[in-house]
């Protein structure tokens, strides 16, 4: 095997494979992990083998469902041992300070799976083993990193459990795989939080009129039947429009432009506002 190949989407069999062959420790670095990944690497990891991961745990994270606190709990379970380091952006993996993996993804199933990641499969000892020394820098640092208990973890779940129903994000979706997706791909992207006031001001004629109706819409996540709902009221204040629906899809994709929108599959959307 070649010292250094390309790991392109998906590369779940890889990792599991990775676990499998590791004897002494596996180091892992991701912001988000979601619970399936954790029992993947519980599953399949040599009971003798030492776990450490280094996390971004935020409420936000957990409350958007970017991260699963279960996850945490499996790899407590585990006896693994979990940090913090809110600056965490890396994403890498180490396997026995023998081989590693610079990647794009996280441990979650987009980045295992569903998203299109990129990154680098090491087979090098001497360059994994000064990989292993940065992440332990970062996970030694007790200034800048903090251990994530079963305390911490059980506070963060009676925080988002107080959280009020009208505050909680709303899906609508039923399909598994899309709420992954839809879940995935939310992770980088941020809301606006400028108002709405201050989007309406400054949109008009059909745009404004598909925002208000964006607005009525309780999810965060919808489907474009959801917006042919309001076909009616539509067609009453542009009554010479013939091609209702047509027009609202192209005024989705101009909030889509605007940085409003997100394309999450066909006919899905995400709301980037507050």
């Known amino acids: 095997m070649e010292n250094i190949r390309i790991l392109k989407s998906p590369w779940r069999s890889d990792f599991i494979r990775l676990i499998k062959e590791s004897r002494k420790s596996i180091q892992l670095a991701s912001p988000y992990i979601k619970k399936s990944v954790a029992s993947l690497i519980v599953d399949h990891a040599n009971p003798s083998v030492k776990i450490d991961y280094l996390n971004s745990f935020k409420l936000s994270n957990f409350y958007r469902g970017a991260s699963d606190l ?5 790899l407590h379970k585990r006896d693994a041992t979990i940090k913090s380091y809110h600056q965490l952006h890396a994403k890498v993996f180490i396997f026995d300070k023998r081989k590693s993996v610079v990647t794009s993804g996280n441990l979650t199933s987009g980045g295992l799976l569903n998203n299109y990641e990129y990154g680098l499969l090491i087979n090098d000892e001497e360059l994994s083993f000064k990989i292993a020394e940065d992440y332990k820098k970062v996970f030694k640092d007790t200034e800048a990193t903090g251990i994530i208990t079963d305390e911490i973890i059980d506070k963060a779940y009676h925080i988002l459990q107080s959280v009020p129903k009208e505050k909680k994000p709303k899906f609508e979706l039923k399909d598994k795989e899309l709420f992954r997706k839809v879940t995935e791909e939310d992770l980088e992207a ?13 949109l008009t004629g059909w745009v404004k009129d598909v925002f208000d109706v964006l607005n009525e819409i309780e999810a965060d996540v919808f489907r474009l039947n959801a917006v042919y709902k309001y076909e009616d009221r539509l067609k009453i ?25 997100q394309f999450v599959d066909r006919g899905v959307y995400k709301k980037l506002w507050k």
């Open 237 to 261: 204040l542009h009554p010479r429009n013939t091609k209702i629906q047509e027009k609202s899809r192209q005024q989705l994709q101009k909030l889509r432009d605007l940085g409003l929108l």
């Open 190 to 202: 941020d809301r606006y939080e400028g108002g709405i006031e201050s989007i309406q001001k400054n």
């Open 70 to 74: 279960e996850a945490l709990e499996i």
